[in-house]
């Protein structure tokens, strides 16, 4: 009812709004004088050291926070790390042992698949670290550990606050892996820490800018087929960008590795085709802002999502919204906000069901 919206028209928006608390509420706990202190991990440093694969394993917008965490891990960190929906990981027999740590990402912590991967690597005998938002739920409990996201209830189906904490845990965990692996000095934990501190509100500012992106939604409510494309940590955003609209708006959507556009999703670009563009990277601004170039030329209409300041961005885009400055590790928790705003403002324009998309539920715990 309305006052369990706390005045918001959907759950989605209030969840939306709830996003610099659950950020916030994931962090604050573990940052204790200038270091990341996880004790629920319960890894010895030494233990932390001798870790040779990380697997992550999630359905969903959750599983989109492993692919995140994949780019963030391996470069922060230096650890190979394989990422995998939880129906595919459990049948295919993967290679583990008990110097892997198997990290499953849960907002419900009873997704079926997952669960069921989570008992298979466990019976391998890996180490499994539960991500989970729901306090005593089925992987949370059958987990070796686990650490809380601490989004609070999400009632909508779709996932925006819970994908938040997420993102902020993966943070947490891969600076800690980094720190007591001797890949980051203290001067660099400390400098991500003040970054992390910063996104709150800067997630604030971001959600405040909404009367911009809903305008701008309005536009497109008749589209047939929407993109997105970006290059590492902003291809998998580019995913959840992709999966929010498609779930609760029904027009087709689909985010691809932007270099590999020229093998299949160009075709379907026409004139007048949405292409919505993440630059948040700087190492590859130029390679994204020829993909842009690529699309226009097809007839596309590129919508940027880069950083403040990147004024080149506007060149190769039809229209730009900037997110602030923070650590290119940092930036999907900045970008999402402008997409999920975008998919609210097309669903809500479309009349769509927007707290229960048909077909879908909020957790599956059938296979
Ligand atoms: C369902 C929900 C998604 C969610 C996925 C995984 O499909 O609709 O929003 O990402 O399950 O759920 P979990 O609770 O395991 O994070």
Known sequence: NAAEKGGYEHFMLKEMYEQPKAIADTFSPRLKNGEIIIEELGMSPEEIRQVEKIMIVACGSASHVGHTAKYIFEDMARIPVEVDVASEFRYRNPILNDRTVVVVISQSGETA????????????????LGIVNVVGSSIAREADNVMYTWAGPEIAVATTKAYSAQLTAVYLLAMKFAYERNEISREMLSELIDELKALPIQVEMLLNNQGKIQKFANRYLAAKNIFFIGRGIDYAISMEGSLKLKEISYIHSEAYAAGELKHGTISLVEEGTLVVSLVTQKELYKKIMSNMEEVRTRGAFVMGVTLEGNLEAEKSADYTVYIPETSPYFTNSLAIIPLQLFAYYIAVGR?????????LAKSVTVE
Do not use: F, H, S
């Open 351 to 359: 009349g769509c069901d927007v707290d229960k998309p048909r077909n």
């Open 113 to 128: 698949d997952t669960l069921a991967a989570l008992r298979e690597a466990k019976k391998q005998g890996a180490r499994v």
